[in-house]
């Protein structure tokens, strides 16, 4: 938060990125990564690297900002573990809801 109590977010990549030998070379997944994105230098790999980060800056500075990181996560959780133990459907919503108000998220009390 600023002075006046305003969410403010910053992202700073101090971090050069490079293409010539190391892991972009000699991985196979880092190979295939850079072809899938079709990545021809190091400034476009670059540039995606501070499109990622700057994605995931925003989508926490979102979170703190409506209903918190921690309230959040356990909602996806409550629906991830909804999912799990069979449930369908409207199902879904309504059993992740309880086992998140009840504040007891587990896949054997589902």
Do not use: C, F, W, Y
Request: glycine letters at 10%; aromatic letters at 0%.
């Amino acid at each position: 938060k600023d002075a006046s109590g305003a969410l403010v977010g910053t992202l700073e990549m101090p971090m050069p990125v490079g293409l010539v030998g190391g892991a972009t070379k000699t991985h196979p997944l880092a190979r295939l990564a850079l072809k899938i994105m079709a990545v021809r230098s190091a400034q476009e790999l670059g540039e995606i690297a501070v499109a990622v980060g700057l994605a995931q800056n925003l989508g926490a500075l979102r979170a703190l900002a409506t209903e918190g990181i921690q309230r959040g996560h356990m909602a996806l959780h409550a629906r991830n573990i909804a999912l799990t133990v069979g449930a369908v459907g409207a199902e879904v919503d309504q059993l992740a809801k309880r086992m998140a108000e009840e504040k007891d998220v587990r896949a054997d009390r589902a």
